[in-house]
């Protein structure tokens, strides 16, 4: 969390010293060619240009009606893997239990720890007679019954099934076994006491504990995000630079910046509008979370979250350029599709093979090489990370190699985009353009 | 020292197509020039040359003297020939983030943005999408984002393509207004009459060589003398016909049209038609700037 206020501080800091800058600069054209006035200017009008291209796609984008639906959607849809399964718990957080008869104190001490072991309230109940119980039972009023040394259910368990009613009528089956036990043995009062509050034997492990479980689910939601945010931005990226095409503004707007200066912009500008609305998700995610009392993100560390974050902007920083040059190479809308297949596999490929190991828990040879490669490091790395399989240098490793790829990328692409994006006629293929000076 | 674009010597060839040819000819500030030539003459490639667009082969393109920079074309307004503008941003903000990439504050842009549409009689539509105007409203959008940030050169690529005759008279209204406040203009356009009506100059290229340049003027009154002559209830001009060094090139309407050798005298030729009869209209004729772009390029 801390990270990411850092990383919003850091870009609304960079905003307002360039609308300074540029505000400073006003109309002035600096006739000086020469010494740290033309520095100075050259600074000026670079940042200056980037600022404003980027300004425009984060005003157009938030303003955008896809931008406002989608984000709109993706908290429902986030809202709803929170909340529903908590909906679910609540309902039987608190088992009823009816049992027939008096309620023996050493009874009561084995429902009520029957319900503790699971972590779950119980809410006892007397029931009269068999009849009433059963009676309640089929109501709904009552989740269990209690006759004696039986346990009643509206419907029979299976071995598999590990809802909050068959685990406490389990632990519940037990508890009265042990004290059918204790009373046949005609053990003193003394003895059956010592016996009903055994001291536990203390566990120990050779390593400490981690919380494994809660990070595995951590890593799905956040690699499903991951995946649904980076195809967004990935996509936004290369329909905005198509349109600039399309529409021939391109040629207006390169005729007064350079083409990289208008790619950065652009760049950079999307990447703004698209860690805003991943910021607004994950915090409306945590906030909702607490709110609800969800463990989804329970086990959530900071540092768990802060690399997800980090490889999305990664991530997006490597792909970002690849869907532009893709986006230069297009005459029209429809040729859009078979240009980016090729790009959307080791994507596709990255998340597959996260989601698998994350759900599996177990991470391979072939996984652990796929962290460090730029294309599938922002799906893999994260999980390894919520997996406990990454020390700190290997995670710092991984960024350094995704960070100086992506530099020899975007140098690339960029070169693609200056040569392609002014030809215009007909799809241009790449072929052409790596011959082409121009 | 009056500001002034100069292209010398470009050249540039794609493969085997070689689209300019050496082509060196100059824009001065102040004036309207008209830039002719048929469809893949290397207009388009000119322009483009100008602002970057492209890279040359060799040649170098100069303003006041000066290698044309990045910083000198932010000074420079142009109107491409596909017409360029984001189709979903509104009129008014898209005037204003042009005229602020040429280097305006954003009041300055502003103003200048709500000035150019009233100008161009378009001010009601600042806050419409750029595709919901009309094609002559698009147009006319496109012009005043050539001109929001007061550009010292403007070049436009077939401005008058597809306007009706009141948008022509528009956008030929501000282009003479322009050349008089001093900025150069170089446009490119089909339409030789109106050329011919807003220009002072005009450059003619074929094949990307340079094939005349000069004044409307001496263009017009240039080659061959042309002499109408009409002399009263004279419909034969027999009196014409064996004028030594003249050429009668067609009689209509009761006047006579002349060809004069160059080393022939108007003034004898008047006196022969006086000998005729009374004469009622003499003199010479301008050529029009179809006939010029023609002959420039037979």
């Known amino acids: ?438 | 020292m009056a500001a002034v674009l100069e292209l010398r010597g470009l050249t540039r060839r794609f493969g085997t197509l070689t689209a300019l040819d050496n082509l060196t000819f100059s824009v001065p500030s102040g004036q309207v020039v008209g830039f002719l030539g048929p469809n893949g003459a290397g207009k388009t490639t000119t322009m483009r040359a100008v602002f970057g667009l492209l890279d040359l082969d060799e040649g170098e393109v100069l303003w006041n003297g000066s290698q044309v920079r990045q910083e000198e074309r932010r000074r420079f307004g142009y109107m491409p020939e596909e017409r360029g503008l984001y189709p979903s941003m509104l009129v008014g903000e898209q005037l204003e983030y042009l005229g602020r990439l040429h280097g305006m504050s954003a009041s300055d842009a502003a103003a200048a943005s709500t000035y150019w549409l009233d100008r161009l009689g378009i001010a009601d539509r600042a806050t419409s999408r750029v595709d919901a105007l009309s094609h002559g409203n698009q147009q006319r959008v496109q012009l005043a984002a050539a001109l929001v940030h007061g550009p010292e050169l403007i070049i436009l690529d077939e401005p008058l393509a597809g306007l009706d005759p009141t948008g022509i008279d528009a956008i030929g209204a501000v282009l003479a207004e322009l050349a008089r406040s001093g900025c150069g203009v170089l446009f490119s356009s089909h339409q030789l009459d109106q050329v011919e009506d807003l220009c002072e100059t005009v450059t003619i290229i074929d094949h990307g060589r340079l094939v005349v340049t000069g004044s409307v003027d001496d263009l017009a009154m240039g080659g061959e003398s042309r002499l109408v002559v009409r002399v009263e209830d004279d419909r034969e001009a027999a009196w014409a016909r064996n004028l030594p060094g003249v050429t009668v090139s067609e009689i209509a309407a009761g006047a006579v049209r002349l060809v004069l050798a160059d080393s022939t005298d108007s003034q004898a030729v008047l006196r022969a038609a006086e000998r005729a009869g009374v004469v009622t209209e003499f003199r010479f004729e301008r050529r029009r700037l179809s006939e010029v772009f023609r002959e420039a390029l037979s």
């Open chain 1, 1 to 438: 969390m801390k990270f990411l206020l850092f990383v919003i501080l850091v870009a609304a800091l960079l905003a307002v010293r360039i609308v300074r800058r540029r505000r400073a600069g006003g109309t002035t054209v600096a006739t000086t060619a020469h010494g740290p006035s033309a520095a100075r200017q050259y600074f000026e009008t670079t940042f200056g240009d980037i600022g404003l291209v980027a300004a425009r796609e984060v005003r157009e984008r938030t303003r955008g009606r896809i931008y406002r639906v989608g984000t709109l959607l993706m908290l429902a849809v986030v809202a709803a893997a929170i909340v529903i399964p908590t909906l679910n718990k609540k309902a039987s957080t608190t088992p009823r239990v009816g049992v027939v008869g008096s309620l023996a104190p050493p009874l009561r001490a084995a429902v009520i720890s029957a319900g503790s072991e699971i972590h779950v309230t119980v809410h006892l109940v007397t029931e009269s007679g068999l009849a009433s119980a059963e009676k309640d039972l089929r109501a709904g009023r009552l989740d269990v019954v209690v006759d004696g040394e039986r346990i009643i259910l509206s419907q029979a368990i299976t071995a598999s099934d590990t809802s909050t009613i068959a685990e406490f009528a389990r632990n519940l089956s037990e508890g009265l076994s042990t004290l059918a036990t204790i009373a046949a043995a005609h053990l003193s009062p003394a003895q059956t006491s010592a016996l009903a509050h055994p001291i536990a034997v203390p566990i120990t492990g050779l390593t400490a504990a981690t919380t494994k479980g809660a990070a595995q689910g951590t890593s799905i939601i956040g690699l499903i995000l991951l995946f649904v945010l980076l195809s967004q931005y990935s996509a936004w990226i290369l329909l905005g630079v198509a349109e600039e095409k399309s529409s021939r503004v391109v040629e207006v707007l390169l005729a007064t910046v350079t083409a990289i200066h208008l790619l950065a912009g652009k760049v950079i500008g999307i990447g703004a509008a698209a860690l805003a609305q991943a910021s607004v998700i994950v915090i409306f995610a945590l906030l909702l979370a607490k709110a609800v009392g969800s463990d989804v993100l329970q086990g959530t560390a900071p540092v768990e979250l802060a690399s997800s974050l980090l490889w999305l902007v990664l991530g997006y920083a490597f792909y970002c350029w690849v869907y532009a040059a893709a986006g230069s190479l297009a005459e029209r809308q429809d040729q859009l599709q078979s240009l980016t297949f090729p790009l959307s596999i080791p994507m596709l490929v990255g998340y597959i093979v996260s989601i698998t190991a994350a759900s599996s828990g177990n991470a391979s040879l072939f996984f652990k090489v796929l962290a460090y490669l730029p294309p599938t490091a922002p799906f893999a790395m994260p999980v390894l990370v919520g997996l406990g399989q990454a020390t700190w240098w290997e995670f710092l490793g991984a960024a350094m190699i995704s960070v100086v790829s992506t530099v020899c990328v975007a140098r690339f692409a960029a070169g693609i985009y200056r040569r392609a994006i002014l030809r215009t006629g007909r799809r241009v293929k790449l072929r052409e353009v790596l011959r082409a000076t121009s």
